[in-house]
């Protein structure tokens, strides 16, 4: 079968349709990005009013700085932990709203709502729940024995961050966990349960190879906000401490370029968290999608 092909009545109409996103990519997209690997092959002066070109030494003192990797080791901490648990929750509410028979969407309604929330609000209101001052959660683990102060203890901190981060993200992937499970023929999960597979079982062995796919794709989109988008989420609640035990690359890039004013330290971070995503998205889709079964 041969599917029609659509011929515009003009050449440049298709041009002229697209040019919008054209326009959006290359100012909010294309443009800071040639800013910043411009900026990661300069050195500015102290009062900000030149610049002089000095090609790699950037990447060299970069790569070089024993506090810059400790600060990837722990990017690289949260943003596994953000994935796992962002990735386990929300799986398990798709899971769970996919048996509900009557109200299912009352409850997706109200489990999408964070998602509306700026990821500024959803941090300033972590950060008020756990505040070892006035925070109720916080309080309740006092309660428990637990001696909770992210201000003091680092391990504080950044569960407090992940936690922030993957509340703000599960409501994305729940969306797209429930319709991959509802798109899953009913007569496969019946067939399944009159051979006696139990609720364990058919979600195990049926539905979640199923969804594989929405899976995979869902670890690439929370890869991409772990790294760049919980800016934000970590900026209201912990800005990076205590001492700077929850700081992050994209923090750090904001730290020595607003404000320490190192530039091109600045840029040269912000060019290896661009390729450091864009590899690890390449090796993703061209490598790891092997393993997922559709």
Not at 58 to 86: G, K, M
Not at 147 to 172: C, E
Request: charged share 10%.
């Amino acid at each position: 079968m041969q599917t029609k092909r659509v011929v515009f009545p003009s050449s440049a109409l298709p041009y002229a349709l697209i040019a919008p996103q054209l326009a959006i990519t290359l100012v909010f997209f294309v443009w800071p990005a040639a800013v910043a690997i411009r900026q990661s092959t300069e050195r500015a002066d102290a009062f900000g009013l030149g610049a002089r070109f000095v090609g790699l030494a950037n990447f060299r003192v970069l790569f070089s700085d024993p506090h810059y990797l400790t600060v990837a080791e722990t990017t690289l901490i949260f943003v596994t932990a953000t994935i796992a648990l962002t990735l386990v929750f929300s799986l398990a509410l798709a899971a769970l709203t996919d048996q509900v028979v009557r109200g299912r969407s009352v409850y997706t309604t109200l489990l999408i709502l964070p998602y509306a929330m700026a990821p500024a609000v959803a941090g300033v209101l972590w950060f008020f729940l756990f505040n070892p001052t006035v925070g109720v959660a916080a309080h309740a683990l006092t309660s428990l024995g637990m001696r909770w102060n992210p201000y003091l203890n680092g391990t504080d901190a950044m569960i407090l961050i992940v936690v922030a981060s993957a509340w703000k993200q599960v409501s994305y992937n729940f969306l797209f966990f429930v319709a991959g499970l509802q798109a899953i023929p009913r007569s496969v999960i019946e067939a399944a349960a009159l051979d006696g597979a139990g609720p364990a079982r058919r979600f195990f062995a049926i539905q979640l190879p199923l969804i594989a796919p929405t899976a995979f794709f869902l670890v690439v989109v929370d890869g991409v906000y772990a790294f760049f988008d919980t800016f934000a989420v970590i900026d209201a609640t912990t800005r990076g401490g205590p001492g700077e035990a929850t700081m992050t690359l994209v923090y750090k890039v904001y730290h020595d370029g607003f404000q320490g004013f190192d530039f091109g330290a600045a840029g040269a971070q912000s060019v290896v968290l661009m390729a450091i995503v864009f590899t690890l998205t390449v090796l993703q889709f061209r490598y790891l999608e092997r393993g997922v079964h559709y």
